[in-house]
């Protein structure tokens, strides 16, 4: 059975790097056609996709934020962390981690974890 | 950015209704499109994928069709555990992409 948790802190000062860390079970970013995702959302507003990477070590990252993030995966320990540099108020979201996989050609983020409020604040 | 773009933004209904919702993409993706729900203070939950294939333990009353650019999730007869919040998300091209959302209320 797959699962994901997020972990890390749920508050931090502007201009500090943000580390989260997706701890999941169920399934290894050692073989193929997996990938693990990770996905906000501001308080009362929508999704929005940050960064993701695969099992063959492909990264992706939203244009808009590619400057500031950092997707690695630790296969060893079954985690990939999330790095967020300059954080800012307009940052504070929940967190999610989410396990993609590929059924028929088509990528899904068929399981996501219970993601984590991170606050950013002085 | 290919741009997602849902309506309504919210709606209200009643229990036993058929609620359409719709996703509209800036720019032709086939069917790679997917529909999540979510509940308050909790994680999306995926419902369809590849625009009309229903996950694992979705109820029938829930499908979707659609391919190109317009899509829509329809929930047959609107039961108390679906109001939610629901969005698309296409997996066509990078960046992936949300739609804003559909709040379904209750009437």
């Known amino acids: 059975q797959i699962s994901l948790k997020e972990s890390g802190p749920t508050l931090v000062k502007p201009t500090q790097t943000l580390t989260l860390t997706c701890t999941f079970s169920g399934f290894s970013l050692s073989t193929g056609r997996v990938g693990v995702g990770w996905i906000r959302q501001p308080p009362g507003k929508a999704l929005e996709w940050l960064a993701l990477i695969h099992w063959d070590g492909e990264e992706r990252y939203s244009p808009s934020l590619k400057n500031r993030l950092t997707i690695i995966k630790d296969t060893s320990r079954n985690q990939v962390v999330l790095t967020m540099t300059n954080m800012d108020p307009v940052d504070t979201a929940t967190y999610y981690c989410?396990?993609?996989?590929?059924?028929?050609?088509?990528?899904?983020?068929?399981?996501w974890g219970r993601g984590i409020l991170v606050t950013v604040s002085s | 950015d290919i741009q997602m773009t849902q309506s309504p933004s919210s709606l209200s209904a009643s229990v036993g209704d058929r609620v359409t919702i719709t996703c509209r993409a800036s720019?032709?993706?086939?069917?790679?499109l997917a529909w999540f729900q979510q509940k308050p203070g909790e994680a999306p939950r995926s419902l369809i994928d590849?625009?009309?294939t229903l996950q694992s333990g979705v109820p029938s009353r829930f499908s979707g069709s659609g391919f190109g650019t317009e899509f829509t999730l329809t929930i047959s007869s609107l039961q108390p555990e679906d109001f939610a919040t629901y969005y698309c998300?296409?997996?066509?091209?990078?960046?992936?992409?949300f739609g804003g959302g559909t709040k379904v209320e209750i009437k």
């Open positions: 989410a396990h993609r996989a590929v059924e028929k050609g088509h990528w899904n983020f068929d399981l």
């Open positions: 720019q032709g993706i086939g069917s790679s």
């Open positions: 998300q296409q997996h066509s091209a990078y960046p992936l992409t």
């Open positions: 590849a625009a009309s």
